[in-house]
T-cell receptor, first 113, second 113 residues
């Protein structure tokens, strides 16, 4: 399967801990996006990379959140000092151009105890 | 701030019937996407609409875009149970995806035999 791959699928952690998620986009896609989805809502945009450059960040991305895409391939999203409100599904998507659909991974579900 | 509103948010219908889901958005855009999400799964791209008057059809689903009215519709013809899912519309105002997509809350569709 050459789709968008995300790991882990599910992360359970205690409040205050740091967590890191990984996303491997479709190999030829230079655009990579992170979204967050809570129950009963549509995905909310967090940040966008074109190759290794992080070109856009949403206001939702507080200082506790950081994303990287060091070699323009896979990306990581880290959340420091997790809070209850961080519980959500974190989705990664990639696309080849701005006119093509974003292809989504299966997501990482974060549960904060 | 871009707002994307879908209606209805919940729809229960019988197999064989026709229905339309509406997606209104508040800011000028000529890029609109429809996605399908099954419970516990990620988002699957259905349609990409890139210009005023665009119409796309796939099986029993047809999507259209009226950029002047800031309205897109997803029409379901002779519904079958397999179409039960949550359907999202999403708007790109950043020009080429740079600002990510803004999603509606989704329409939860249940098709009963």
């Amino acid at each position: 399967d050459t789709g968008v791959s995300q790991n882990p699928r599910h992360k359970i952690t205690k409040r205050g801990q740091n967590v890191t998620f990984r996303c491997d986009p479709i190999s030829e896609h230079n655009r990579l996006y992170w979204y967050r989805q809570t129950l009963g809502q549509g995905p909310e945009f967090l940040t966008y990379f074109q190759n290794e450059a992080q070109l856009e960040k949403s206001r939702l991305l507080s200082d506790r959140f950081s994303a990287e895409r060091p070699k323009g391939s896979f990306s990581t999203l880290e959340i420091q000092r997790t809070e209850q409100g961080d519980s959500a599904m974190y989705l990664c998507a990639s696309s080849l151009t701005g006119n093509q659909p974003q292809h989504f991974g299966d997501g990482t579900r974060l549960s904060i105890l | 701030e871009l707002k994307v509103e879908q209606n209805p948010l919940f729809l229960s219908m019988q197999e064989g019937k026709n229905y339309t889901i509406y997606c209104n958005y508040s800011t000028t855009s000529d890029r609109l996407y429809w996605y399908r999400q099954d419970p516990g799964k990620s988002l699957e791209s259905l349609f990409v609409l890139l210009s005023n008057g665009a119409v796309k059809q796939e099986g029993r689903l047809m999507a259209s875009l009226d950029t002047k009215a800031r309205l897109s519709t997803l029409h379901i013809t002779a519904a079958v149970h397999d179409l039960s899912a949550t359907y999202f519309c999403a708007v790109d105002i950043g020009g080429g995806g740079a600002d990510g997509l803004t999603f509606g809350k989704g329409t939860h569709l249940i098709i009963q035999p």
